[in-house]
């Protein structure tokens, strides 16, 4: 395990001693997932090309990487078959590790994964007819420490790198098939016009995963530029939510500087309530944070907020709180929707899901005055992979268990 310091109050603090933009590897080489064009060039030539050669490597790397997926520099074949191995001596193209994979009843798909430096995290791909969303970690643990939230309840670690971040995004694409596919073998000059991409699967990402993401902004930031690049992953912005539990300062550069669509995840209307369930709230408080979201930048009611209210039997479910809701997103003149959540069990948590009743009267509450409040369909909770269970148990697994449990499965 590496020398990582414990963080254990919120703030924009990377908990680890030096800033990371490159994934830690213990072979010396440095990993170029993560990394944009212009630092890649910044990396050929200090490593001893010539700027102009630099620049072009750098720019066909690039695309290999995040384009093609491709992880392996002889199979870059537009680069000459003398440099592959230099850049194989210096170089790396990085995935996380697997530790497990687990596949739901119902499709939904959790990852366990590990950091170069032995740290566990998870992330989780939901398919639906219509749509593949996956659902990307920020952080090693978390330090909210929000009371319905099973990955509240561990230490944070450390925050992930852009590579450890995106790489979630190039793991998921390897595991469903979807990298374009076509010639490539062709000179830099050479038409290109063979080379097509197939449809997606993975067509939507949500920053909701382990950890806060505003509170490694910098990281998630320059990640999700490189999913949005045209040159790169070219994923839409407008396919992208970033789940935020409150951190007010940090919600106006968000909109600035990344643009993606904002989920707050709210879960009470009342100071008492939001103290208890989500501690930020002592922080920064419900009207500041509806004040934030009303000052979010491109906000409007083709790009609304969504609001995430996990629902907890007889603590933020009655029709009072429904009314409130509506008063409060109307008061603020906010472009909204609700998103309301079954409270997912997990061992020792403190509360118990709302009756189907209750969930459907308060969702009917919210619609009554024109504001959608759909129900969130539980999903991937037979292997801890739905909204708030994330909690990585390879502490409590050892590899002769996982190995055992991957070979029953494959059994049956």
Request: charged share 30%; glycine share 8%; net charge negative.
């Amino acid at each position: 395990m590496a020398d990582t310091h414990l963080m254990s109050i919120p703030g924009q603090v990377d908990p680890v001693p030096v800033a990371r933009d490159i994934t830690p590897r213990a072979d010396g080489r440095i990993d170029l997932l993560g990394l944009p064009k212009e630092r890649i060039r910044e990396l050929f030539e200090t490593a001893g090309l010539e700027p102009k050669q630099a620049k072009l490597r750098a720019k066909q790397v690039y695309h290999w990487l995040y384009h093609r997926g491709v992880t392996d520099f002889e199979a870059m074949t537009d680069i000459a078959k003398t440099m592959r191995p230099w850049l194989a001596e210096r170089f790396v193209v990085g995935r996380p590790i697997v530790i497990e994979a687990q596949h739901s009843v119902d499709g939904t798909r959790k990852w366990l994964l590990q950091t170069d430096d032995g740290h566990d995290f998870e992330m989780v791909f939901i398919p639906d007819a219509d749509r593949g969303t996956l659902c990307v970690s920020s952080q090693v643990g978390c330090t909210l420490n929000c009371r319905f939230c099973h990955t509240g309840t561990m230490k944070l670690v450390r925050n992930l790198t852009p590579g450890e971040i995106v790489g979630q995004v190039m793991l998921a694409r390897d595991a469903l098939g979807e990298w374009p596919k076509g010639k490539m073998d062709f000179a830099d000059d050479a038409d290109e016009a063979e080379y097509t991409a197939d449809g997606r699967l993975l067509t939507n990402i949500v920053m909701m995963g382990m950890g806060e993401p505003l509170y490694n902004f910098d990281n998630v930031r320059d990640a999700l530029r490189l999913v949005m690049d045209g040159d790169g992953l070219a994923l839409s912005k407008r396919r992208i939510t970033l789940s935020t539990s409150g951190v007010v300062p940090m919600m106006e550069k968000c909109g600035e500087e990344i643009g993606v669509n904002l989920a707050v995840s709210l879960h009470a209307v009342t100071k008492e309530i939001r103290d208890e369930i989500v501690p930020i709230n002592k922080k920064y408080g419900i009207e500041e944070l509806l004040q934030a979201c009303a000052d979010y930048p491109g906000a409007s009611n083709a790009r609304r907020i969504t609001f995430e209210y996990v629902m907890l039997k007889d603590k933020n479910d009655s029709d009072e709180h429904a009314r409130e809701l509506v008063r409060l997103i109307k008061q603020y003149k906010l472009p909204a929707k609700v998103n309301l959540i079954p409270f997912n069990p997990w061992p020792g948590a403190p509360y118990e899901c709302s009756t189907p009743e209750r969930v459907k009267r308060f969702s009917e509450i919210i619609f009554e005055h024109g504001i959608s409040a759909p129900v969130r369909t539980p999903r991937g909770r037979d292997i801890d992979a739905a909204c708030g269970q994330l909690k990585t148990a390879a502490e409590k697994k050892s590899r002769a268990q996982r190995d055992r449990e991957a070979a029953e499965a494959a059994a049956s």
